[in-house]
């Protein structure tokens, strides 16, 4: 019965990790990021007398939407590889709708990190707010982040 359950875990992470494109340094990125977040938001709410477990639950539940939005990503760069010659190559370089979603998400994700750092009274160091704001301009096709 234990090789049952080690064959049911294994097939479940394969098709998790098919669904998200693989577990690379960017989505690892990703989801060390939104730990982050979501450690410091509850730490700040906390030092602010905020605590409410419902709105901790909500910014959980936006974390599981964000790797929903990577699981169409994914899926739409599969149909695009399969619909315009040349996608593939592209989807090889980094090119993607998956690593357009997940660098704006690691530049969202960082930028509120650092906010949740703020109100904790940690200094923010410019260059990092820089960085993550490029990110998002460059994840956004030019568009501003703040």
């Not at 709105?55 to 590889?81: E, M, N, Y």
Request: glycine share 16%; net charge neutral.
């Amino acid at each position: 019965m234990e090789r049952v359950y080690k064959g049911l875990w294994i097939a479940t992470g394969t098709g998790l990790l098919s669904l998200i494109g693989g577990y690379d340094y960017l989505f690892s990125t990703l989801v060390l990021f939104m730990v982050l977040d979501f450690m410091t938001g509850i730490a700040a709410a906390a030092r602010e007398g905020k605590l409410d477990s419902r709105v901790s639950g909500w910014g959980f539940a936006r974390k599981l939407g964000t790797v929903v939005v990577i699981i169409l990503a994914v899926r739409l760069d599969c149909l695009a590889a399969g619909a315009w010659p040349g996608y593939e190559a592209a989807i090889q370089h980094g090119l993607s709708l998956r690593t357009a979603a997940l660098f704006s998400y690691v530049s969202g994700e960082g930028l509120s990190i650092l906010e949740n750092l703020g109100r904790l009274g940690v200094p923010l160091p410019g260059p990092i707010r820089k960085a993550l704001i490029k990110l998002g301009e460059l994840s956004e096709g030019g568009s501003e982040h703040g």
